[in-house]
């Protein structure tokens, strides 16, 4: 079977899951759908290790040639970033843009080397052979938050709007740095010369100031291009070239990408939006590009769930499956505590934001991406035949799967509570 059609088997099944809670679950849906695959994948390997069928390696084979990091890096994320840009509020960014800058560079930093040194430690109490490196690049990898999984669950729940903008801003932005941090991690592990302060100065400019600036410039030529007709198709069509031919050409010219889609929609949701439109689409532009984001994150939350099916777990990697949580909770929570003892010194929040954004700062498939891109082979137990890529690629699937299940599930109560506390002191 080919990729195309099981990529249209999967978004079928997403669908159907979707269908289905719509009708009697009411979760949230792409954390319904991600439930549903992980019981879909719990159930074709337990048949498959009873003998009852064994569409366990019918399935792995499928899903193993669909390449996770090119679906998602190269692919869908420019739509969903897009999508997620369109609407952020600029008057909002404009408010909380030294909050934002400080979680998405210090407190991402501060998380990379607080969960690379504490899981070093870990690994060698445990006599896991794990060397430093390898436990910083999964510092590196999970530490930044994932815009779809935050835009695609924590968006929707209405939050109070100054934690709103920072969670989402926050983690709209952090994939510049994040990238700066792994590539340069991913170098000293992998690569043949070691990476200089003037190389990294240069990758960080090159990708994160460039990937700003070339987003500017494409929302700018888009901005043109749509207040040049006042045809209703053509101007929601014209949307479609940003993430499509946009986001292509940003890999040519070795940029961000990610952030170019974020600048960009940012200016055609707040800009092109009011003077450019037209009547008729700037009524449909969210509906438009809400149907597609669904639609996207419907298949990548799918494929995240039907992931397990591609792993092998050994007694090491259930230990530290089970220790990367709390310890990646710990790491995000003291990153953002920190942030907050500066903020504090400025202004007052609401004493829920740090609960927040720690509950809220989701990790999901941009992770998982960066996970299976590290090389296999580097063995940490040989006789085993376990390598770094297992090791940190099961991680980051718990810590996901964690995040998106039960993080995503539970912040309701946390969001309601910070409601209450602005309704009380708007009445007083």
Excluded at 236 to 244: A, N
């Amino acid at each position: 079977m080919s990729v195309y059609s099981t990529l249209c088997f999967l978004a079928a099944a997403a669908m159907l899951i979707a269908f289905i809670n719509s009708k009697i679950g009411k979760m949230q849906t792409t954390i319904a759908i991600t439930a549903g695959a992980l019981i879909l994948s719990l159930f074709i390997i337990i048949a498959g290790q009873s003998g009852w069928f064994h569409l366990d390696t019918i399935a792995a084979e499928q899903l193993a040639e669909i390449n996770f990091e090119d679906f998602l890096l190269k692919g869908i994320l420019g739509f969903l970033l897009f999508a997620g840009g369109l609407g952020i509020k600029l008057p909002h960014l404009e408010d909380q843009k030294w909050e934002i800058t400080t979680l998405a560079l210090g407190a991402t930093l501060f998380s990379t080397f607080f969960i690379g040194g504490a899981l070093w430690g870990i690994c060698q109490a445990l006599g896991i052979p794990l060397d430093l490196i390898y436990c910083l690049l999964f510092g590196a990898l999970i530490s930044p938050t994932d815009p779809i999984a935050v835009l695609a669950i924590v968006k929707k729940l209405h939050a109070p709007k100054r934690i709103s903008t920072q969670i989402e801003g926050e983690s709209l932005f952090n994939d510049g740095f994040g990238l700066v941090i792994f590539v340069t991690l991913f170098t000293i592990a992998f690569g043949d010369e070691a990476p200089t302060v003037l190389g990294v100065g240069q990758l960080f400019l090159q990708e994160a100031i460039g990937g700003i600036v070339y987003g500017f410039v494409l929302g700018l030529a888009f901005h043109y291009l749509i207040s040049a007709t006042n045809d209703h198709s053509m101007e929601l069509l014209l949307t479609l070239g940003i993430p499509t031919a946009g986001y292509a050409l940003a890999e040519v010219l070795h940029v961000s990408g990610p952030l170019a889609m974020v600048v960009a929609g940012i200016m055609i949701g707040n800009w092109t939006r009011y003077i450019g439109f037209s009547k008729e689409s700037e009524a449909h532009l969210d509906h438009f590009w809400e149907l597609v984001d669904e639609f996207l994150n419907g298949v990548l939350f799918l494929l995240i769930g039907m992931s397990m099916l591609l792993f092998t777990f050994h007694k090491e990697d259930w230990i530290l499956m089970v220790l990367a949580v709390p310890l990646v909770l710990l790491g995000r929570y003291l990153s953002v505590k920190l942030a907050y003892v500066g903020f504090h010194r400025y202004r007052d929040y609401n004493p829920m934001s740090v609960s927040i954004l720690t509950w809220g700062g989701l990790r999901g498939g941009l992770a998982l991406a960066m996970a299976m891109a590290i090389p296999a082979g580097v063995m940490v137990i040989p006789e085993k035949n376990i390598d770094v890529r297992e090791i940190i690629l099961v991680m980051t699937y718990s810590v996901v799967v964690f995040s998106i299940l039960i993080q995503g599930s539970t912040i309701v109560p946390l969001i309601n509570k910070a409601k209450a506390w602005e309704a009380n002191r708007n009445k007083a």
